[in-house]
Nanobody
Framework: QVQLVESGGGLGQAGGSLRLSCSAS????????VGWFRQAPGKEREFVGA????????YYTDSVKGRFNIARDNRKNTVYLQMNSLKPEDTAVYYC??????????????WGQGAQVTVSS
């Protein structure tokens, strides 16, 4: 079983950048595909993107394409979500999850506790 922990995020400005990290304990994250989701107040948790365990397949939801990048460093047991050109509507709690590249929440068995990202205009 793997335990996931998000870090980074915080407060950013519109047009700026923030980076989230997802690290793992219990088992090596290199064995898992990882997805990123976010949940804004009063809204459903939505898919942001995902990366396969090998890093070869990477997917993004349309609203973040061209702005967000997902990468992984298996030597550091970490997956990153680099968020550029931030918009106020990116404000949400961000979660990393394993072990899938699906856009469906139910396909993920393991979840981190979430990290707040707030974008000011």
């Amino acid at each position: 079983q793997v335990q996931l922990v998000e870090s980074g995020g915080g407060l950013g400005q519109a047009g700026g950048s923030l980076r989230l990290s997802c690290s793992a304990s219990g088992r090596a994250l290199s064995s898992y595909s990882v997805g990123w989701f976010r949940q804004a107040p009063g809204k459903e948790r939505e898919f942001v993107g995902a990366i396969s365990w090998s890093g070869i397949r990477i997917y993004y939801t349309d609203s973040v394409k061209g702005r967000f990048n997902i990468a992984r460093d298996n030597r550091k047991n970490t997956v990153y979500l680099q968020m550029n050109s931030l918009k106020p509507e990116d404000t949400a709690v961000y979660y990393c999850a394993a072990d899938s590249v699906s856009s469906r929440r139910q396909d993920y068995a393991y979840w981190g506790q979430g990290a707040q990202v707030t974008v000011s205009s």
